[in-house]
């Protein structure tokens, strides 16, 4: 998989909050007694070695390496034709499922995409469904099965309840942001990938490297995406699809370690958990992106 490097203009309020990082950091080291008058005269004495660990740590934030080795090639793709639908198509067949549901705030997906994107998406809030994530995520399951005419297994029928499955705080709070700024809509216009981005990778590569803009999308997001594109997983070869924005408990034990997925198999679409260190090339996470 080849990560790309988005290079945009820095403001001058990102350059304020990172030096104050920068400034935060040695006055924790001053309190924390790490530093006093002779360190901190070495520290300026060093300066250039001083400074060349700082622009070395910024890299590793950046470029991390964390579970680089959970990468493997990938021949599968979107095999069945899908391609993203336009916004209002995605909202008619929306609210065709949801018949109570509001509108999305449609022009706005005549914007530019953000990199990596691949398509706007129209996606619920969840909270215009349920009362609760895990009641919209299982309204969305029961949906797609309904879709498919019971084309569907569930294999974690009884478990997605909050114990056994639950929303990444990513995610949760990149989708409040986008929230906020479409006030007064129920539909959001999202703009997403659905898999191609990260094929090959385990979850937990795909998140480690997630650009700031980045997160994960969850069950009920990439149901809602299904029902909306349900060519999308038509044949046994479509990449199977991660659901990086949500984790999973599969005892109940809150011990959340596996992620959970959607994947075409024997004629039927299939949901079901994995563990998140597993790198597979038939299956990739699919995200959404802030607009810069």
Request: charged share 25%; with cysteine; net charge negative.
């Amino acid at each position: 998989m080849t990560m790309e490097t988005l290079i945009t203009a820095v403001t001058d309020g990102q350059k304020k909050q990172v030096k104050r990082f920068v400034e935060d950091a040695v006055d924790r080291a001053i309190v924390e007694g790490l530093l006093d008058k002779d360190s901190i005269q070495k520290l300026i004495e060093n300066g250039d070695g001083f400074q060349a660990d700082i622009a070395a740590s910024i890299k590793k934030h950046l470029f991390p390496n964390q579970f680089v080795d959970e990468e493997v090639e990938s021949i599968y793709g979107y095999l069945s034709g899908y391609k993203p639908k336009e916004i209002m198509e995605q909202v008619h067949i929306l609210r065709q499922f949801f018949p109570d549901i509001g509108f999305a705030d449609e022009k706005l997906a005549e914007r530019p995409l953000p990199p990596n994107a691949e398509g706007w998406f129209a996606i619920p809030r969840w909270q215009s469904v349920a009362k609760t994530y895990n009641e919209a995520v299982q309204k969305v399951l029961d949906l797609i099965k309904q879709q498919r005419k019971g084309n569907f297994y569930n294999y974690c029928e009884g478990k997605i309840g909050e114990q056994y499955l639950r929303q990444l705080e990513r995610t949760s709070r990149k989708l409040e942001a986008l929230g906020k700024a479409q006030k007064g809509y129920d539909i959001l216009v999202v703009a997403a990938q659905f898999g191609l981005r990260y094929r090959g990778c385990s979850v937990r590569r795909a998140r480690e490297v997630f650009m700031g803009n980045e997160f994960g999308l969850g069950v009920f997001e990439i149901g809602c995406m299904i029902l909306t594109h349900p060519e999308r997983l038509a044949n046994y070869d479509d990449l199977r699809i991660d659901c990086a924005g949500s984790e999973s408990s599969f005892g109940g034990d809150n011990s959340f370690l596996r992620a959970l997925l959607f994947k075409f198999n024997d004629g039927k679409v299939e949901f079901g958990a994995s563990w998140v260190d597993i790198a597979n090339g038939g299956y990739g996470s699919a995200s959404g992106f802030l607009s810069r």
